[in-house]
């Protein structure tokens, strides 16, 4: 079993940013893909970005394309999304997800992930 959990989520002004982390604990060794997806009040969860095992291919939703940057730290289990020029459509609840299919080099699907975490929320002001 893997144990993903997220931290970093908050409060911020529209234009502002944040930097959420996901830290995985148990059977890391298993993780292939990671990534980041969110859900906001009313509507499906979303593919935000992903990276893949190494960190060298990574995937944006068109929506956060020049303002979010995914990253990862595979020496201290930890996935990164820095948040920059964030907006009110922004505000969701953003959960940290993982795979262990390795022919996945990316996760865009919920359906392409094993693990969850439990979610941190974010809320952009107008």
């Known amino acids: 079993q893997v144990q993903l959990v997220e931290s970093g989520g908050g409060l911020v002004q529209a234009g502002g940013s944040l930097r959420l982390a996901c830290a995985a604990s148990?059977?890391?060794?298993?993780?292939?893909?990671m990534g980041w997806f969110r859900q906001a009040p009313g509507k499906e969860r979303e593919s935000v970005a992903s990276s893949s095992r190494s960190g060298g291919s990574t995937y944006y939703a068109d929506s956060v394309k020049g303002r979010f940057t995914i990253s990862r730290d595979n020496a201290k289990n930890t996935l990164y999304l820095q948040m920059n020029s964030l907006k009110p459509e922004d505000t969701a609840v953003y959960y940290c997800?993982?795979?262990?299919?390795?022919?996945?080099?990316?996760?865009?699907?919920?359906?392409?992930?094993?693990?969850w975490g439990q979610g941190t929320q974010v809320t952009v002001s107008s």
């Open positions: 997800a993982a795979s262990f299919d390795g022919h996945l080099l990316l996760i865009k699907k919920t359906s392409e992930c094993d693990y």
């Open positions: 148990g059977r890391t060794f298993s993780v292939y893909a």
